[in-house]
């Protein structure tokens, strides 16, 4: 007899056999129900219990279906969940001995409310004087050894559950996170969540989720989908992800993909991630080597690379933000505002990152090179390197609020930045073109930006080359003073532009303000020396000049001819206006004052001499 044949006869009997063994099962399935429920809460800690209808399935799987299904889940907190429908599909073989071994689980309408315990009161740490803020970092620091002692005693962190099941499908579902006070709700729903041959033996098991999540405010929620395979060993206490990939549509203007690789350590809350982030569609990416770990310090330790960054792509999603293409504007600062020194004092951070583009507020950086180390408020930025508008940039620049207030550090230099490509970043007119040095070392201290800004003080120094200033021209109005005073009209057309063989000058800032002092500008028929300041914050201007002019004037135009009472008088150029206004408007010369001063001086030296002639004939007789 062929083995075709003996499987043709051997089938059937198979099955009236099992029948008549699930028969018993089948008329009884509050039995089924009963045997189902314990070995749920065997295998999780979760207490069934069943208000509606218990139905059951042998085609195309055994299964139980449930309605109206309530679930007490275990934890240092009672849970309860309710759930519109359970259906609980059973292994076949394990029934003949009277045991029930779950192989897949479909949840569907499953509500869960979470009441958060009460919030212990937000340290502020604004106020604190030094000795507390001393005493507050020590205690973190042993707080966090102890903490990380304990983890790495245990042998084996107990896991809330504890299954072997083939399928595991979530749908139509939501979890209300309620804040103590009952003021703030958090709704994450689950569109869908599968997950198959969940283990705990670190076999691969393939998830997908969809969630998405509000806060009750107006706008469309977060959404976020995740796909990848994970592997748990529970003896290890180690969970390992491979190509978890990450869509978050609605938390930022752009969207946000991620991709982690890696493994995390669950004793220990440490995770180590290969990642790779991308936003705005990919228009920005970044990778590299993240680690985590809760017990250790820095607990953040990056190493990443981005093609660009850029401030306005990490701005919150407004209500728009998830249909929207265009960037969210950040919301307006007064720069009073008190700066987060309790979340700075709280960062525990050390990052190398190299980012071929960053967007500073239209200013691009590029070819940047930078290392960043946080601890105890102390933010250290050494160095920062890149280029700026075609100039070559340096700097070190600490912020330190370790103690309050908060203090301000920063020394660098910036060579060869070209004055026209910063003018456009400004969005500003062509005005000016050249090219500019600087150096700094500046210092400041505050609570806020502004008081930053007002404190701020140090020497910087500024060295131009080839420098050309557009609509305005000082040697043309000199010259057309000079021409005033020679009572003569000019006739040649003078250029409206200022042609600088060089300006330098060292600026302080003090009080808010640049304080030039002393400036100097040479141009090919005068040289000026002077003094001013610059506002930051209202961003105007005030300088005053004192002209020496050239004997050579004259080659602009005849009428411009001087002679030597004229090169020997101080010319006041006085210059005022806002960074934004036209140049054209900035400076003037008082040639009226001058001429009068020049007549004045004409007629002593005429009294001087005819007194003179006088007394030289006097003593001669």
Sequence with gaps: MSRTILILIATPLLL?????????????????????????EE?????????????????????VGLSEVGLTLPGE??????????????????????????????????????????????????????????????????????????????????????????????????????????????????????????????EPIPVSLNLKVSTGEEGAPVDITLNGTVQLEADKQLLTLNDLAVEVLGALAQPVNAKASGEV???????????????????????????????????IDATLHFNKFDPALFALAGPAAATS?????????????VLPLTAIRAIDTRAELSIDEVNLSGHIVSDVQLKLRAVDGIVKLYPFTGTLHGGQLKADTTFNAQYNPAKFISEGELSGLSIAQALEAMESQPIMTGNTDLQWKLNSKGSTSNQLIEAMNGPIDLLTSEVVLKSMSVEKMLCEAVALANQKSITETLESITRFDNISVQLKMSQGKLLMKPLRAELPHVKLTGQGNIDILKQDFSVTFKGRLSPDLGELDPACEVNQRLTAIAWPVKCKGKLSGAPADWCGVDAEKIIQDLATEEVKGQVVKKASKFLDKFLKK
């Design 43 to 63: 295998e999780t800690g979760a207490v069934l219990v069943v208000d509606g209808d218990a139905n059951l399935s042998i085609f195309p799987k055994i299964a």
């Design 265 to 299: 350590n669950l004793a220990r809350q440490a995770a180590d991630l290969q990642i790779q982030l991308a936003l705005g569609g990919g228009d920005v990416t970044g990778k590299g080597q993240l680690r985590y770990a809760s017990f250790e310090t820095p607990q």
């Design 77 to 202: 907190a009672e849970t309860r969940v309710r759930l519109d429908s359970l259906d609980i599909g059973l292994q076949l073989m394990p029934l003949f001995s009277g045991r029930a071994e779950i192989s897949e689980l479909i949840v569907d309408g499953l509500k869960m409310t979470v009441i958060s315990p009460p919030e212990q009161p937000a340290l502020d740490t604004s106020a604190l004087g030094d000795e507390e803020l001393d005493a507050l970092y020590d205690e973190r620091r042993k707080a966090l050894k102890a903490a990380g002692q304990a983890a790495g005693s245990e042998a084996v962190v107990a896991l809330p559950l504890a299954l072997n099941v083939a399928r595991l499908s979530v749908s139509n579902s939501t979890l209300n996170l309620v804040s103590a006070d009952k003021k703030e709700t958090t709704q994450l729903e689950i569109v869908q969540l599968e997950a198959t041959g969940l283990n705990l033996d670190g």
């Design 16 to 40: 009236i056999i099992a029948a008549a063994l699930l028969i018993p099962l089948f008329l009884d399935k509050e039995a089924l129900l009963a045997m189902a429920s314990k070995t749920l």
């Design 325 to 337: 293409k265009e960037p969210v504007a950040e919301a307006a600062t007064s720069g009073d505002e």
